[in-house]
Structure formats: structure tokens, C-alpha cells
């Protein structure tokens, strides 16, 4: 755009001028390319301040007290004038906001946007996923119906298998020895003021971070060496106008789900009747999966392991940093294939192994289950991972960022197997089951 004619839109714009107080003024133009980011972070943004808004409206409506919070969803969604939809609304955005925040994860990992200078805003995007876990997690239990009370049930009860500490900070986190007043109490304070307050400001932090910097990484081939000076553009109305049409989509995009599909709710929660199965909500379901398969303790190991190893993925010594290229290289792209398939292969086969053919009560009958379940199988994942990484230096001449990115590969197709294995395919006591 002219300088003149850049200027003399700023003046008819006086929004557009607020908003470049938070945004460069100018933007490398290669990294407006639709397919560099897929538009995830807005939609992230505009997921979050949809959640704000109608959390809002629901708290004019909502009881947060076993004998009233029930009651008064059903009134929120029967006697108010769009009642139904704010809680739709509330409730699709908050899932699609998970969704969406990990397919930015994704993206931001294979393009390379979490090598220097940006290593710490990858510590503090991973940290805001956490915090969106947890606000989900509260605010599931909110509903005060079977399936909140049943799900909740399942989360919290983990939290006991944490060496040493775990019955203590499940005492803490419930406000007592069981699921009660004192824990919806508890959840509504963090879903309502205390995680959205801390998500609001690690955005903040997030977003500045970004600017320091030095903005996206610019998308280039492997071949292609990064430019020096690259063509730039006016944030306004070029990225601005990108942005408001993506928030715009978000917003429709939710808008029509709350329409055609109502927010799960079943009877009032029964604490004397469990249902079977009992599933944790989906996005825990991962780790549900493993609990199946490993002892608790080191299910729960394992979660926090990786958990680690993802805040760590930056801090690795690599030899290169090749920001802005999909998959780091072509060999890059072809290890993650292979990972990609040998975790799909690898996962269904033990899934299917433990529940049909392996009985390790049986087959190691003198082992403890902490052995014979969790350091055992622990053993075998961690020496499958690390094989993994051979084969990928050895074999296909894989430098360490490839190799270690063929890992993330590996463990990344694995949890979404096992998330989509415990979502869809266990059924009645936990047994494998076709869900059609």
C-alpha cells in the first residue's frame, strides 16, 4: 500500500490505529500466507474472549451449590431468552479451544517456531495449554450431573497415586475426602476468576513475546536461505483485515454448532450410582487409556514425563535451527512419516495385544502389579522410543532435531490413537467394543 494512501486509511480508522499499539506496524508480507499458520493463534484468541463472554452471562444465572447448580442450568436453559445458546456457545468453544490450541502447538513445533529467540514463548504457550486443561476440567463439573460428577470423579482420583503427596492434594483439590459443596465451591473460583485471570495475562505475555521476537517465523523451502530483508507490509489493513475475517468465521463457526448441537446434559449427579463405563472428558482420555494398560502410578509417570519433555524440546543442544521450514528438511518430513506409521502400527497392536492375548497376573504371577504393569511396560516404551531414535540416526542419517522430532511424531500419533481408542472404542467395564 502508498504511504499516502497507508496513512490517510489510519486516519478514516481510528480502531485499526488502537490496535497496532499491540501489534507491529509492519509485518514480513511472506508470513501472512494462510498455509504458515493456519490462522490458530486468532482463533485461539477469539475461542478465549467468546469463553469470557458468555462465562459471564452464565454466572448471572448460574448456583454454584449441589442443591441449586443443577436446577439452575435447567432453568438458564428452559426460562431465559437464549439461554440454551450462551450455554452452547460456552461449551463448544470451550472444546474447540483445545482443539485448536494444540493444532497451534503442532504447527508452531514442525515449522520451527520453537528454536531461539522464541524458545521461551513456547514455555509459556505449553503453559497456557495447561491452564485451558484445567479451566476445562473445573468447569466440567459445574453441571452438577452424572456425567460431570462421574467424570470428575475419574480426574481427581488419579491425583491419589502421586507418590507421597497424592492423597493430600486430592484432600486440597476436592476440599475434603469426596466430591462435595466444598469442591464445586473450589472449582467455581478457579473456572471463574482465578485461571481466567491467569490465562488473560500469559495471552498478554504471550502476544508481547511474540513481538520481541521478531514475529513469526518467515516460511521458506529447505533449500532456500533465510532472507535478510524481507518484503514487509503495513499491519493495517494487511494482517488486521485477515484477522477480523478469521474471528469472524470462529465466531459464525461456533455460532452454528450451538444451534444444531446442545451441551451434553444428563440426570443430576448421583453419587451412589456410577455409570458404566465412567470416562474422564476427552481431552483426559489419553491418559485414561494408559491407565488401562499401566499401573497408575506410572500412567501417570509417563503423562508427566512427557509433559516434561515438551517443556524441554526447545533447551535441546540441536546443531541447527532452521526456522520457517515445514518438518525442519525432506528427510525431516520422511522420518516423521515413518514415525507417524510405525506409532499407528505399534499402538493398535499392543492396545489390542493387552486386551485380548497378554494376562501379565498370569503369565508373571510372582511380580508386583507396580512391576508386572508399570515398570515393565515402562521399561519396554522407553526402550522403544530410544530405538526409535537409533534407527532414525543410523538408518535414514537423521540429524538430532529430525531424529527428536520423530519421537514427538511417534508419541504424538500414539496419544491421539489412544485418546480416540478410549473415546469411541471402550465400552462397559472398560472393554474394547466397536462403537457403531
Not at 504447527?107 to 497456557?128: A, C, Q
Not at 456425567?147 to 480426574?155: H, S
Request: net charge positive.
Amino acid at each position: 500500500m502508498p504511504p499516502a494512501t497507508e496513512k490517510r486509511y489510519k486516519t478514516l480508522n481510528p480502531l485499526g490505529t488502537l490496535v497496532l499499539h499491540f501489534r507491529p506496524r509492519r509485518v514480513p508480507e511472506r508470513t501472512l500466507r494462510f498455509t504458515l499458520t493456519w490462522g490458530l493463534g486468532g482463533m485461539a484468541a477469539v475461542l478465549v474472549l467468546l469463553q469470557l463472554f458468555s462465562g459471564t452471562l452464565l454466572k448471572f444465572a448460574y448456583g454454584p451449590l449441589p442443591t441449586q447448580a443443577y436446577e439452575s442450568l435447567v432453568r438458564l436453559q428452559e426460562g431465559f431468552l437464549f439461554g440454551r445458546l450462551v450455554r452452547n456457545m460456552h461449551f463448544w468453544s470451550a472444546n474447540l479451544l483445545v482443539v485448536v490450541v494444540c493444532l497451534h502447538g503442532l504447527r508452531v513445533f514442525f515449522s520451527g517456531g520453537f528454536h531461539p529467540p522464541r524458545r521461551l514463548n513456547w514455555v509459556v504457550g505449553l503453559s497456557l495449554f495447561i491452564l485451558l486443561l484445567l479451566s476445562n476440567l473445573t468447569g466440567y463439573l459445574l453441571p452438577w450431573d452424572q456425567l460431570a460428577y462421574w467424570a470428575t470423579t475419574i480426574c481427581v482420583g488419579v491425583l491419589e497415586y502421586i507418590p507421597l503427596v497424592g492423597s493430600r492434594l486430592q484432600q486440597v483439590v476436592l476440599g475434603g475426602p469426596q466430591i462435595g459443596p466444598a469442591t464445586l465451591r473450589n472449582f467455581f473460583a478457579l473456572h471463574t476468576a482465578v485461571f481466567p485471570a491467569l490465562i488473560v495475562m500469559l495471552m498478554a505475555f504471550h502476544f508481547w513475546r511474540v513481538r520481541k521476537a521478531g514475529g513469526l517465523v518467515i516460511p521458506r523451502a529447505p533449500a532456500e536461505e533465510p532472507e535478510e530483508k524481507p518484503a514487509m507490509v503495513p499491519t493495517q489493513p494487511d494482517l488486521l483485515l485477515r484477522e477480523a475475517a478469521m474471528a469472524l468465521a470462529v465466531i459464525a463457526g461456533v455460532l452454528v454448532l450451538s444451534l444444531i448441537f446442545d451441551a451434553p446434559m444428563g440426570q443430576p449427579a448421583n453419587p451412589g450410582l456410577s455409570p458404566n463405563p465412567t470416562k474422564a472428558p476427552w481431552y483426559f482420555a489419553g491418559i485414561q487409556e494408559l491407565l488401562v494398560h499401566f499401573h497408575p502410578s506410572f500412567a501417570l509417570l509417563i503423562t508427566a514425563a512427557l509433559v516434561f519433555g515438551l517443556f524441554c524440546l526447545p533447551y535441546l543442544d540441536y546443531a541447527e535451527a532452521p526456522a520457517g521450514v515445514w518438518f525442519a528438511s525432506a528427510t525431516g518430513r520422511r522420518t516423521a512419516l515413518i514415525a507417524a506409521a510405525a506409532a499407528a502400527l505399534a499402538t493398535l497392536l499392543v492396545v489390542a495385544l493387552d486386551e485380548y492375548a497378554l494376562d501379565t497376573s498370569t503369565m508373571l504371577p510372582n511380580l508386583h502389579p507396580a512391576v508386572s504393569l508399570g515398570l515393565l511396560p515402562t521399561v519396554l516404551l522407553a526402550a522403544a522410543l530410544a530405538g526409535l531414535y537409533a534407527v532414525m540416526v543410523k538408518k535414514f542419517q537423521a540429524t538430532r532435531l529430525e531424529a527428536v522430532q520423530a519421537v514427538f511424531v511417534f508419541l504424538a500419533v500414539g496419544w491421539v490413537l489412544l485418546t480416540v481408542t478410549c473415546v469411541f472404542f471402550r465400552g462397559q467395564g472398560m472393554k474394547l467394543r466397536w462403537p457403531f
